[in-house]
């Protein structure tokens, strides 16, 4: 999995064939490793007005969708638990609204009530998402269709027919 990320990041090149991603694309990815970035002296909703040109408001109807309440989007980062910094990376990354979203384990720290909400994000993204996850139960609820790598072959599975 580490290698088809990197291909698909443009951090590795193949060692035949290739591997693009389409032109003018906006590739989000989401790493395992996302918490470190937070500013723990911030609130969620002061940084995420930071990053996104959003009205107070807006910000808070984003976060309640990612299961924040008031008092939990003004209290400093520092003091959030670690299924709650996950989800506020995730709201600001999702938010971004990337064409193509790689989500490497992004159920990882979640809690249920967490992972109900990606899944609930996921069912409504119009874009592609390459999700790569052991979660069953989230891979049956929010794919059409899974690969795999068996003896050097990718093999595919279409989850609906």
């Known amino acids: 999995k580490s290698t088809l ?16 991603i389409g032109v003018n694309l906006d590739l989000g990815y989401y790493s395992q490793e996302h918490t470190e970035s937070l500013d723990q002296s911030m609130t969620p909703i002061g940084m995420f007005m930071e990053s996104h040109p959003l009205f107070e408001y807006q910000a808070e109807a984003v976060l309640k969708k ?5 008092q939990t ?7 959030l ?4 910094k996950s989800r506020l990376q995730l709201a600001a990354f999702l938010y ?12 990882n720290h979640l809690d249920i009530k967490s992972i109900l909400a990606l899944e609930n994000f996921l069912k409504e993204y ?7 996850s052991h979660d069953k139960r ?3 609820n929010v794919c059409e269709k899974t ?8 093999l595919v599975e279409n989850l609906y027919d």
Request: charged share 25%; no cysteine; hydrophobic share 40%.
């Open 5 to 20: 990320i990197k291909l698909l990041l443009g951090e590795l090149e193949p060692s035949s064939g290739a591997a693009n």
């Open 66 to 70: 990612f299961l924040f309440t008031k």
């Open 73 to 79: 989007m003004k209290s400093r980062i520092d003091t």
């Open 81 to 84: 638990s670690g299924g709650q």
């Open 96 to 107: 971004r609204n990337p064409d193509v979203l790689l989500l490497d384990e992004p159920t």
């Open 126 to 132: 119009m874009g592609t998402v390459l999700l790569i």
């Open 138 to 140: 989230l891979i049956r």
């Open 147 to 154: 690969y795999r790598m068996e003896d050097m072959k990718i």
